[in-house]
Protein backbone atom coordinates (compact mmCIF):
# COMPACT_ATOMS: atom_id res chain seq x y z
CA UNK A 1 0.00 0.00 0.00
CA UNK A 2 0.87 3.39 -0.77
CA UNK A 3 0.70 6.91 0.82
CA UNK A 4 -2.35 8.55 -0.42
CA UNK A 5 -3.25 12.36 0.04
CA UNK A 6 -6.70 12.80 0.50
CA UNK A 7 -8.80 16.75 0.12
CA UNK A 8 -12.14 17.91 0.66
CA UNK A 9 -13.18 21.26 1.21
CA UNK A 10 -11.98 21.51 4.71
CA UNK A 11 -9.08 20.02 5.44
CA UNK A 12 -6.31 17.69 3.52
CA UNK A 13 -4.84 14.51 4.85
CA UNK A 14 -1.12 13.76 3.99
CA UNK A 15 1.84 11.38 5.28
CA UNK A 16 3.22 13.45 8.33
CA UNK A 17 7.07 14.04 7.69
CA UNK A 18 9.33 15.29 9.37
CA UNK A 19 8.92 18.61 9.78
CA UNK A 20 5.64 17.56 11.72
CA UNK A 21 7.88 16.52 14.60
CA UNK A 22 8.17 19.71 16.90
CA UNK A 23 4.26 20.27 16.82
CA UNK A 24 3.88 16.10 17.14
CA UNK A 25 5.79 16.13 20.52
CA UNK A 26 3.96 19.53 21.71
CA UNK A 27 0.46 18.01 20.72
CA UNK A 28 1.14 14.57 22.18
CA UNK A 29 1.83 16.09 25.66
CA UNK A 30 -1.44 17.59 25.66
CA UNK A 31 -3.69 16.58 28.86
CA UNK A 32 -6.53 15.93 26.53
CA UNK A 33 -4.34 13.72 24.19
CA UNK A 34 -2.31 12.17 26.61
CA UNK A 35 -6.33 10.97 28.66
CA UNK A 36 -7.98 9.82 25.74
CA UNK A 37 -5.07 8.02 23.58
CA UNK A 38 -2.46 5.54 24.30
CA UNK A 39 0.73 7.72 23.44
CA UNK A 40 3.54 7.37 25.61
CA UNK A 41 3.74 9.36 28.91
CA UNK A 42 5.86 10.91 29.63
CA UNK A 43 5.80 12.10 25.13
CA UNK A 44 9.23 12.73 24.11
CA UNK A 45 10.65 13.90 20.79
CA UNK A 46 11.83 10.50 20.19
CA UNK A 47 8.86 9.14 20.19
CA UNK A 48 7.22 11.50 17.64
CA UNK A 49 10.54 10.79 15.18
CA UNK A 50 9.95 6.88 16.05
CA UNK A 51 6.25 7.07 14.97
CA UNK A 52 6.87 9.57 12.31
CA UNK A 53 10.25 8.07 10.32
CA UNK A 54 9.52 4.51 11.52
CA UNK A 55 5.91 3.28 12.33
CA UNK A 56 3.92 5.31 10.10
CA UNK A 57 5.87 4.34 7.11
CA UNK A 58 6.03 0.63 7.84
CA UNK A 59 2.25 0.71 8.71
CA UNK A 60 2.11 1.83 4.94
CA UNK A 61 4.55 -0.56 3.58
CA UNK A 62 2.78 -3.49 5.12
CA UNK A 63 -0.57 -2.41 4.53
CA UNK A 64 -1.57 -2.52 8.16
CA UNK A 65 -2.09 1.13 8.84
CA UNK A 66 -3.07 4.28 6.71
CA UNK A 67 -1.77 7.41 9.02
CA UNK A 68 -2.33 11.02 8.02
CA UNK A 69 -1.64 14.08 9.31
CA UNK A 70 -4.83 16.63 9.45
CA UNK A 71 -3.70 20.12 7.94
CA UNK A 72 -6.41 22.88 6.54
CA UNK A 73 -4.40 22.72 3.26
CA UNK A 74 -1.73 21.50 2.01
CA UNK A 75 0.99 23.53 3.06
CA UNK A 76 -0.35 24.07 6.00
CA UNK A 77 1.07 23.63 9.63
CA UNK A 78 0.00 19.88 11.60
CA UNK A 79 -3.67 20.07 13.12
CA UNK A 80 -3.95 16.64 13.89
CA UNK A 81 -3.54 13.03 13.18
CA UNK A 82 -6.25 10.46 11.76
CA UNK A 83 -5.82 6.71 10.94
CA UNK A 84 -6.78 3.39 10.02
CA UNK A 85 -5.26 0.85 12.21
CA UNK A 86 -5.14 -2.99 12.17
CA UNK A 87 -6.43 -2.87 8.23
CA UNK A 88 -6.73 -7.18 7.69
CA UNK A 89 -9.81 -8.47 5.98
CA UNK A 90 -11.79 -5.75 4.74
CA UNK A 91 -11.57 -4.15 8.36
CA UNK A 92 -10.00 -1.41 10.56
CA UNK A 93 -10.31 0.65 13.01
CA UNK A 94 -10.06 4.41 12.92
CA UNK A 95 -8.12 6.70 15.71
CA UNK A 96 -7.80 10.35 15.80
CA UNK A 97 -6.62 13.17 17.99
CA UNK A 98 -7.01 17.07 17.49
CA UNK A 99 -4.18 19.79 18.53
CA UNK A 100 -6.48 22.32 21.18
CA UNK A 101 -6.25 25.54 18.97
CA UNK A 102 -8.12 23.71 16.21
CA UNK A 103 -11.24 21.74 17.95
CA UNK A 104 -14.65 22.76 17.55
CA UNK A 105 -14.22 24.09 14.43
CA UNK A 106 -15.30 20.91 12.31
CA UNK A 107 -12.17 20.46 10.87
CA UNK A 108 -11.73 16.19 12.64
CA UNK A 109 -15.59 15.73 10.98
CA UNK A 110 -14.13 16.42 7.73
CA UNK A 111 -11.29 13.97 8.20
CA UNK A 112 -13.31 11.33 9.05
CA UNK A 113 -15.03 11.60 6.42
CA UNK A 114 -12.51 11.77 3.93
CA UNK A 115 -10.67 8.28 5.89
CA UNK A 116 -14.38 6.70 5.51
CA UNK A 117 -14.45 7.67 1.35
CA UNK A 118 -11.24 6.28 1.06
CA UNK A 119 -11.75 3.47 2.99
CA UNK A 120 -14.90 2.20 1.76
CA UNK A 121 -13.65 3.08 -1.78
CA UNK A 122 -12.80 -0.21 -4.31
CA UNK A 123 -9.15 -1.07 -4.49
CA UNK A 124 -9.77 -0.34 -8.34
CA UNK A 125 -10.86 3.42 -7.57
CA UNK A 126 -7.58 4.09 -5.10
CA UNK A 127 -9.73 3.12 -2.51
CA UNK A 128 -8.78 0.33 0.41
CA UNK A 129 -12.20 -1.70 -0.46
CA UNK A 130 -12.91 -2.04 3.42
CA UNK A 131 -16.20 -3.15 4.60
CA UNK A 132 -16.08 -1.97 8.38
CA UNK A 133 -14.26 0.56 10.20
CA UNK A 134 -14.79 0.29 14.00
CA UNK A 135 -14.42 3.07 16.65
CA UNK A 136 -13.32 2.59 20.28
CA UNK A 137 -12.83 5.71 22.38
CA UNK A 138 -12.58 5.26 26.08
CA UNK A 139 -15.76 5.56 28.19
CA UNK A 140 -16.34 9.61 28.58
CA UNK A 141 -14.05 10.90 25.68
CA UNK A 142 -17.42 13.01 24.56
CA UNK A 143 -16.02 14.80 21.67
CA UNK A 144 -14.45 11.85 20.31
CA UNK A 145 -18.13 10.08 20.43
CA UNK A 146 -19.82 13.16 18.85
CA UNK A 147 -17.46 13.11 15.77
CA UNK A 148 -18.39 9.17 15.41
CA UNK A 149 -22.20 9.63 15.67
CA UNK A 150 -21.94 12.47 13.66
CA UNK A 151 -20.16 10.23 10.99
CA UNK A 152 -22.93 7.88 11.06
CA UNK A 153 -21.21 5.00 13.47
CA UNK A 154 -23.60 3.05 15.05
CA UNK A 155 -22.93 2.07 18.72
CA UNK A 156 -22.04 -1.31 19.73
CA UNK A 157 -22.05 -0.98 23.45
CA UNK A 158 -19.41 -0.34 26.64
CA UNK A 159 -16.65 -3.11 26.72
CA UNK A 160 -15.97 -3.33 30.14
CA UNK A 161 -11.99 -3.20 30.37
CA UNK A 162 -11.75 -3.58 26.72
CA UNK A 163 -9.36 -0.76 26.41
CA UNK A 164 -5.16 -0.66 26.98
CA UNK A 165 -3.94 2.78 27.96
CA UNK A 166 -0.08 2.10 29.04
CA UNK A 167 -0.75 -0.99 30.98
CA UNK A 168 -4.18 0.37 32.53
CA UNK A 169 -7.30 -1.70 31.32
CA UNK A 170 -10.35 0.64 31.14
CA UNK A 171 -13.72 0.45 30.08
CA UNK A 172 -14.39 1.87 26.39
CA UNK A 173 -16.89 2.53 23.96
CA UNK A 174 -17.51 0.34 20.32
CA UNK A 175 -19.47 1.35 17.03
CA UNK A 176 -18.88 0.64 13.88
CA UNK A 177 -19.99 2.16 10.30
CA UNK A 178 -20.60 -0.46 7.48
CA UNK A 179 -19.85 0.62 3.62
CA UNK A 180 -23.65 0.64 2.91
CA UNK A 181 -24.54 2.16 6.01
CA UNK A 182 -26.08 6.16 5.60
CA UNK A 183 -23.75 8.57 6.49
CA UNK A 184 -25.93 10.71 8.75
CA UNK A 185 -26.53 10.58 12.77
CA UNK A 186 -27.86 7.19 13.80
CA UNK A 187 -30.33 6.59 16.85
CA UNK A 188 -29.13 4.01 19.94
CA UNK A 189 -26.51 5.81 21.31
CA UNK A 190 -26.95 5.86 24.76
CA UNK A 191 -27.31 9.69 26.88
CA UNK A 192 -23.50 9.13 28.79
CA UNK A 193 -22.02 9.09 24.78
CA UNK A 194 -23.88 12.83 24.57
CA UNK A 195 -22.07 16.00 25.96
Not at 40 to 65: C, K, N, Q
Not at 121 to 126: C, D, L, T, W
Not at 128 to 138: T, V
Not at 155 to 182: K, N, Q
Amino acid sequence: MKGVTLSGDRVTLSMPDESDVELVTEYCRDPDVQRWTTVPSPYERTDALHFILDVVPAGWVTGSMATWAIRREPADELRGMIGLNGIAEGAAEIGYWLAAPSRGRGLMTAAVELVCDHAFAPAAQGGLGLRRIEWHAFTGNLPSAAVARGAGFRFEGTRRLGGVRRGERLDDWSAALLRDDPRAPAPGWPSETFA
